[in-house]
């Protein structure tokens, strides 16, 4: 785990100042870098010591066959995994005849920044090698925000004390052999050696490989390029093979003489292109990059970063490490959707190869509505991905007998790849948060043009669902029987609230949509009859409620059941999914992660304050938090309640997942939600920020511990600041006509000559909640 002191707290960086070789995997994931397109993790530059080398490229993955002990009817047959592909970001070091090896010799310094605001990860050290020889190497590495196939690594090495030889020797090299995974054995296979060589060249300072995976078949060229610069009498030679390809640079360095060598890499990869196709793709990226230069690339990736802070940045005062940790979440969630560009984003971004690369509904209800305010055009290409991935979602729908289109659960390229159906098939409710993302943005943007060519189809398929999966009893009412919502410790229930409300809210939108764009609908045949058919469902949803205990329930009977054992649930038992069997779960009021909780948020409208404070109540002594998606929602909802400590520590819990890898499995990956979710807990919970359609809703309030908290918002193509302080907040406006909102249910108009400040009411004072015996908040 690492250790809370890993990092330097400080606003704009995170910082490791010693090298810690215990918990490398883990800062590789902290320090990856990605635009969405390309990730690199936060590898040594030369290539070992490693925990586990990463280079991703968004949507290369390979198959594998997922055999079932008991055959069923619409088990997906194969799974898809991320792989490691092609690394371009190597630069091996010889001094005076022995390998720069940071597990030999002596490591005087070494020092590792993530800079939010440039967008690099650079690396300064000096390190004495077995024999004497000292050397200093400095290091800078991006990945372009906006050359997306472009990444590049300027390294430089300085002799100190005498004369050093030095070699760098600058590779791309294919199927690296990767640490044994305790992860399924078949994906494994799949993983080791994935690609197959096609081609391989090496002239003057350029070098190219081109492979293909073997089962997916898709093709990945990487090219590199130098620029070198050193002494005189400094020699580069070229040479490429099956795996490798590789530029050798040799020069002798007197005492204080550098050698430096400025690399770019460029990536690319396609199902359908030819191999001549992929390796002119490559070459012409790098002269686009070469055009550039480092210097070039440098500044492009400082200005896009500083486009994105002025419309993004979150400050806050009391507490300077959530004021790191939000920032350096806010840059990992912007990297892992900026330039993704009709692809996913998945659970961990490109930063490992946790949960195999795939997405899930993180997406759509972590993700996507942090992006939706901060970078909407990122927003609409995540939601065209899943646009174009509608055939199979139409395809699967019809398999399980459903109509309209069911998306899946978890997935790289479109199809399920959820090998267990209670948590997979049945979480059916990612069709509903999908429809959410596209209602949000829409509403957020005013994007009509993406509505009218992706939202409406994507909503009238998930409509569609609905109303195929769901039926009216003889009362009338609807109800959505068999379903897993959120909370991965109830399965295959009736009527979860969750997806009940998602699922009404989704067809509503659907049949409001139709009639803003009748050719569409009719284009998608969508008659009065269908979209009628829509709204009595909404209108008729059944929402279980418990009226002697006076709460919702999570799903139609759950309050009857068992409670967990929590006195006897030990600490070491937890995440309970691997001390416990599902069945036992299943059938007992434990609660994985925010499932009624989360319903609160973002269905907000169906209750008052008072019900969402007694629901809370309820749920708060169940949910052991299993999932790191849990503490943030808890966050918005405690805040909400009036229990603004305890927001804080779920506050903290969310933010400092990765920094302090609270989990314990930062090492697969950064978790992006959770990421994401740190924004959420701060501008939804203590900002208060729900939606009410065409306007935006804040009731701010701040736990004493924070003596103010301000964030920028996009709205509607203008920029909202909101300044809250202890007993009052600000609204202003940055640019844009006249914005009309809420505070605290007061209707207010904000321009932008004339700011409105609102005096904060006072929290109500409600006994705060205790959560299950060990599973307080880790605020880290
Ligand atoms: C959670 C899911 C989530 C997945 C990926 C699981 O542990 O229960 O809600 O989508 O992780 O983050």
């Known amino acids: 785990m690492i250790s809370e002191r890993a990092y330097a707290v400080e606003p704009w960086t995170v910082r490791e100042t010693s090298l810690d070789l215990d918990v490398l995997a883990q800062s590789e994931s902290v320090f990856a870098l990605s635009n969405g397109h390309v990730g690199w993790r936060g590898n040594?530059?030369?290539?070992?010591?490693?925990?586990?080398?990463?280079?991703?490229?968004?949507?290369?993955?390979?198959?594998?066959?997922?055999?079932?002990?008991?055959?069923?009817?619409?088990?997906?047959?194969?799974g898809q995994t991320v792989i490691n592909v092609t690394n371009g970001k190597v630069l091996r070091l010889l001094v005076d005849d022995e390998p720069f090896d940071l597990r030999y010799g002596r490591l005087v310094s070494h020092e590792r920044v993530l800079d939010l605001r440039r967008g690099v990860l650079e690396r300064t050290c000096e390190w004495t090698s077995p024999a004497g020889s000292t050397v200093r190497v400095r290091s800078t590495r991006l990945v372009s925000l906006t050359q997306r196939a472009v990444a590049a690594v300027a390294y430089e090495v300085e002799a100190v004390g005498a004369r050093s030889r030095v070699v760098i020797q600058s590779e791309l090299v294919a199927n690296e052999s990767l640490p044994d995974s305790d992860?399924?054995?078949?994906?494994?296979?799949?993983?080791?050696?994935?690609?197959?060589?096609?081609?391989?060249?090496?002239?003057?300072?350029?070098?190219?490989?081109?492979?293909?995976?073997?089962?997916?078949?898709?093709?990945?060229?990487?090219?590199?390029?130098?620029?070198?610069?050193g002494p005189e009498r400094t020699t580069t030679h070229s040479e490429s093979g099956i795996d490798v390809a590789r530029l050798t640079v040799t020069s002798v360095l007197e005492p204080g003489q550098t050698l430096r060598v400025e690399k770019l890499v460029a990536h690319g990869w396609s199902g359908v292109r030819s191999l001549p196709a992929m390796a002119d793709q490559v070459d012409a990226a790098l002269a686009a990059a070469a055009h550039d230069g480092w210097e070039g690339l440098l500044a492009d990736q400082r200005a896009t970063l500083d486009d994105f802070w002025a419309r993004a940045d979150v400050e806050v005062e009391g507490d300077e490490e959530i004021q790191q940790a939000v920032r350096f979440a806010l840059f990992h969630v912007f990297q892992a959707g900026a330039r993704a560009e009709g692809r996913a984003i998945p659970a961990k971004g490109l930063t490992g190869s946790g949960y195999d690369g795939h997405a899930f509904w993180d997406t759509e209800m972590f993700v996507l509505p942090v992006l939706t305010h901060t970078a909407p055009a990122a927003v609409a290409e995540a939601l065209r991905w899943?646009?174009?991935?509608?055939?199979?979602?139409?395809?699967?729908?019809?398999?399980?007998?459903?109509?309209?289109?069911?998306?899946?659960?978890?997935?790289?390229?479109?199809?399920?790849?959820?090998?267990?159906?209670?948590?997979?098939?049945?979480?059916?409710?990612?069709?509903?948060?999908?429809?959410?993302?596209?209602?949000?943005?829409?509403?957020?943007?005013?994007?009509?043009?993406?509505?009218?060519?992706?939202?409406?189809?994507?909503?009238?398929?998930?409509?569609?669902?609905?109303?195929?999966?769901?039926?009216?009893?003889?009362?009338?009412?609807?109800?959505?029987?068999?379903?897993?919502?959120?909370?991965?410790?109830?399965?295959?229930?009736?009527?979860?609230?969750?997806?009940n409300l998602m699922a009404r809210q989704n067809l509503l939108a659907a049949a409001d949509t139709v009639e803003r764009h009748p050719r569409e609908a009719e284009r998608l045949g969508v008659d009065e009859e269908e979209s009628a058919a829509w709204r009595d469902a909404a209108e008729a949803m059944h929402v279980p409620y418990n009226d002697e205990l006076g709460v919702h329930e999570q799903h139609a009977g759950f309050t009857r059941?068992?409670?967990?054992?929590?006195?006897?649930?030990?600490?070491?038992?937890?995440p309970l999914l691997l001390h416990f069997p599902y069945f036992d779960l299943y059938r007992k009021q434990v609660v994985k992660q925010a499932d009624l909780v989360l319903a609160m948020y973002t269905c907000d409208e169906l209750f008052d304050d008072e019900q969402t404070a007694r629901n809370f109540a309820y749920y708060e002594p169940l949910t052991v938090r299993d999932s790191s998606l849990s503490a943030c929602c808890q966050a918005v909802i405690a805040a909400q309640a009036g229990h603004l400590g305890l927001a804080l520590d779920y506050t903290r819990e969310a933010a400092l997942m990765d920094l302090h890898d609270l989990e314990h499995n930062t090492r697969d990956g950064l978790h992006i939600a959770s990421l994401a979710g740190t924004w959420m807990a701060l501008v939804a919970g203590?900002?208060?920020?729900?939606?009410?359609?065409?306007?935006?809703?804040?009731?701010?309030?701040?736990?004493?511990?924070?003596?103010?908290?301000?964030?920028?918002?996009?709205?509607?193509?203008?920029?909202?600041?909101?300044?809250?302080?202890?007993?009052?907040?600000?609204?202003?406006?940055?640019?844009?006509?006249?914005?009309?909102?809420?505070?605290?249910?007061?209707?207010?108009?904000?321009?932008?000559?004339?700011?409105?400040?609102?005096?904060?009411?006072?929290?109500?004072?409600?006994?705060?909640?205790?959560?299950?015996?060990?599973?307080?908040?880790?605020?880290?």
């Not at 530059?45 to 009817?73: F, I, Q, R, T």
């Not at 078949?217 to 590199?224: I, S």
């Not at 103010?708 to 007993?727: K, P, Q, S, T, Y």
């Open 686 to 780: 203590f900002g208060g920020l729900r939606r009410d359609r065409e306007r935006l809703k804040f009731a701010p309030r701040l736990p004493e511990r924070l003596r103010r908290l301000a964030f920028n918002l996009e709205f509607r193509g203008r920029r909202l600041r909101v300044d809250i302080g202890a007993d009052k907040a600000s609204y202003s406006l940055l640019d844009g006509p006249p914005l009309s909102l809420r505070h605290h249910g007061e209707a207010l108009t904000v321009s932008a000559d004339e700011p409105a400040v609102r005096p904060i009411p006072a929290a109500p004072r409600r006994t705060v909640p205790h959560q299950p015996e060990h599973r307080a908040p880790n605020g880290g």
């Open 561 to 574: 059941y068992q409670r967990w054992d929590f006195a006897a649930t030990r600490a070491d038992q937890y």
């Open 183 to 229: 992860g399924d054995p078949r994906a494994a296979v799949a993983l080791k050696s994935p690609l197959e060589q096609e081609d391989d060249f090496a002239s003057g300072h350029r070098l190219r490989l081109v492979h293909r995976t073997r089962r997916s078949g898709l093709r990945v060229a990487v090219a590199a390029d130098h620029v070198v610069d």
């Open 386 to 499: 899943r646009y174009h991935t509608l055939d199979e979602a139409r395809e699967r729908a019809a398999q399980l007998g459903l109509g309209g289109a069911a998306f899946p659960w978890r997935t790289i390229a479109g199809p399920e790849g959820s090998a267990y159906w209670p948590a997979g098939t049945a979480a059916f409710h990612v069709n509903a948060d999908i429809a959410d993302a596209v209602v949000r943005y829409v509403e957020a943007t005013g994007d009509t043009a993406f509505e009218r060519e992706a939202g409406v189809e994507l909503l009238v398929e998930t409509a569609r669902l609905w109303r195929s999966l769901g039926h009216h009893d003889s009362h009338g009412v609807f109800h959505l029987d068999g379903v897993t919502g959120p909370d991965e410790y109830s399965a295959v229930a009736d009527d979860n609230t969750y997806t």
């Open 44 to 78: 040594l530059d030369e290539g070992e010591p490693h925990g586990l080398p990463g280079s991703y490229l968004n949507g290369v993955h390979e198959v594998h066959p997922l055999p079932y002990a008991e055959a069923g009817y619409g088990y997906p047959e194969s």
